[in-house]
Every structure is written in C-alpha cells, then in structure tokens.
C-alpha cells in the first residue's frame, strides 16, 4: 500500500512536503521534538515571561530568539520572532528549500498561509498598559503589523521576499491545520508552485486568563486520555511547513493525501457530545484520499486532557475506526498551542513517520476505563507505517483532519 490512490470525491493530488520545522517548549528543530516524542519527556513548566494571578504549567519556549531587522521593526513581536526562529534553523533546511524553490518558480509563485490565534496579542496587551499609565498608546505600536492575524505571515513573506497569495487562519484550534488545507487547495488549483504554510501562537494573558475563566486549565502538569485529567496546559510554538507542486524528485517525501475539514457549530467553546463535527472531519479525509480506515496506521489525537474533549474525540474515533488503530496524543509534550498546535502537531506525524515509531502519550497515567479506541501510552519504534493522521478541533467546531503518506520510490 502507498497511499495514493484516485478518489472519486476530490480532484487533489498528493502534495509533497519539501521541508518542515518547529520550534516549541521541548526547543528548536525537528530532533528536539522527536527525541521528546521518543521519551515521551515534557516541555511543561513554570510561566517566566508574563505575570497571572494563578498558577500552571505552560510549554514557553526557553530558546534564545533572534531580532527582527530594521526594515522589518513594525513587524516586530514574539510571535514574529518565534517563526523566524523556526524559519533560520538551518538544521531543518526549511529556508533552504524555499530559496531553491523561488529559483525554480519565481517569487510570485509562492505563498504564505499561516494559522494563528492570538497574533500579536501579547504586544496590544504591554500596549494598553502604557496606555493606561500615560493617556495614549507607545508611539512605535502598530496594530495592523503587530497584532492583527495577517503580521504573522505577512512579516514570513517580507522576510523571505515572496510575492504569492498571503494571508491567515484563525479557527481556533485548527488553525494550523486549516493552513495545510489551504496551501493544498492552492497548489491544486494552480496558484501556487509552492506555499510556506503552518501555525504560529505565543503565550499571553487573555489566553490564560479566558481559559482559566472557562475551568479549563489544569494547576497541574496535563494527563491527556487520562481518568483523572482536569484540564490543558497551554503552550506556545511554531510548525512551518513547506508544500510544493508534484514532481519526481519529491516522491519519496511525506505527502499530503487529504485535509477533511467540518463545522458542527454546536457551541461555542464545546464539542457535539456525540462527537459529530470530529467524525465528519476524520470521514471527509479519508474519503478524500480514497482509503479506508484500515488503510491508516497512527492518529496522533488532538487529546486536550480537558473532561468532555477527550471523551468526545475517543468516542468519535471510535466510531471511524474501531479500536484498530493505535493513537496517542502529544499536549502533555509541548502543551496545547492553540493556533499552531495543528502544525507542530502534523509535524509529530511527519515526524512518526519519518522514524517509524509511534509516539506515546507523555503525562498518561490510567487510560479512561471508558474510552475504547487503542490509545499507546508508551512510545513503540521499530513500526510499519505508511499512512498517519493528526486531529484538530478547535472552537465553535472547527475540525480538520489531516492525513500524510510515507511517500514511495
């Protein structure tokens, strides 16, 4: 089995990826992510960059990160300089691959699609307090560049000198994954050549405050798929991913078979109990890749530790595929990034994939005795697989499932 294989419900073709890097809690590049996948070693710990008046893990990223430069200073934020840490690390070869790329297609030719929750809010909120201490707004803040949901890609595009479509997604959760579902739709449909897509959220105050204000965070390191789980840790990071159009030289690279993607609207901060949006996203791309649920080997969970999201998505799962696929999920690992949590969360696919092990599920302790999908607590290497999804489901319900191929010879 290869994994790509005709649908008769989508026209898209397999979309290679080219390159792709992270940068979390767990530290920079791909390894620092896979050796914590591999151990199964949390990047949770205490919050240093900004004061609340409650106490819980976070997944803060302790890297050094690099300035902005001078022509690009309106774009200056953390969630900038977050990316561009992502983007330098030369370890991963994502910038590389985008300057070869703009060599063979032209800069016009390639976009930037970015998923993203909270932008630049940390900025709008050091803003206000000047605000409120002097009558009047720091004199260097621009909102547009800094805070808005488009800075972020927009300050990748200056940085790189792209001249293709560019733009944000803000669904939440899925908003890093939704990117990856653009960058494919506009490859397939000949926008682009190539598109830099994925999720970039730091930390802030009203993150932590509003989902502390909705009981849902936890004052202890996180216990995803757990029966004593209370709640997420919130983390920050970056997932960057390159996709291109199809071609020879990319066959045996990852590629993007499908994105299914749904809206359930049930609510605006809960799932549908039955989990309906989750199954219509985990149906729609497998449909759309023209496989069967056995055709797929791992689902890396969107697995919050919060007690209705973990209850819906298992039984969700279940509903698609039984318990026959083994599953784990990875917030207890990085802590849930919200908007870039479908990203880095598509890289631990790429990532299970690209070393042949299925990650386990850190910060599990006792399984909930009433899930009965296949959930791996400790990491297994030495696997077969060809085929892996990655969940995520964000607020009001917005879903996407992504599933990537190993790729052939």
Known sequence: MNGFKDSSLSHFKPIPVTAF???????????????????????????????????????????????????????????????????????????????????NYGSDRIG????????GLSETEIAYQVLLKQGKMPDDFHFLTRHAYQATPRSLQKELQLNGPCFAVSTACSSGAKAIAAGQRLINYDVCDAVLVGGVDTLCRLTLRGFN???????????????????????????????QKPAIQYHHLPHVLSVGESSDAY????????GKGAVAAMSNAINLAGLKPDDVDYINLHATATLINDQVEAKAVYEVFNDSVPCSGSKGITGHTLGAAGAIEAIVALLALQHQMIPGTCGLQELDNNFDCHVIKNSLPDQTLQTVMSNSFGFGGNNACIIFSKGYE
């Open 21 to 103: 890097t992270t940068i979390n809690s767990c530290g920079l590049g791909n390894n620092a992510l896979y050796q914590a996948m591999l151990n199964s070693q949390s990047g949770l710990g205490e919050l240093t960059i900004l004061d609340i008046p409650f106490t819980t893990p976070v997944g803060e990223i302790k890297n050094e990160l690099p300035a902005i430069r001078p022509e690009l200073v309106a774009y200056d934020s953390r969630n900038a300089k977050v990316a561009l840490a992502a983007l330098n690390f030369s370890e991963d070869g994502l910038r590389t691959a985008i300057e070869v790329a703009k060599s």
């Open 112 to 119: 930037v699609v970015i998923g993203t929750s909270t932008s």
């Open 213 to 243: 204000s909705l009981e849902l965070v936890s004052s202890d390191l996180c216990h995803p798929m757990d029966k004593n789980r209370n709640g997420i840790n919130i983390g920050e990071g970056a997932g960057l991913l390159l996709l």
């Open 267 to 274: 609510h605006m901060s809960s799932p549908h109990p039955e």
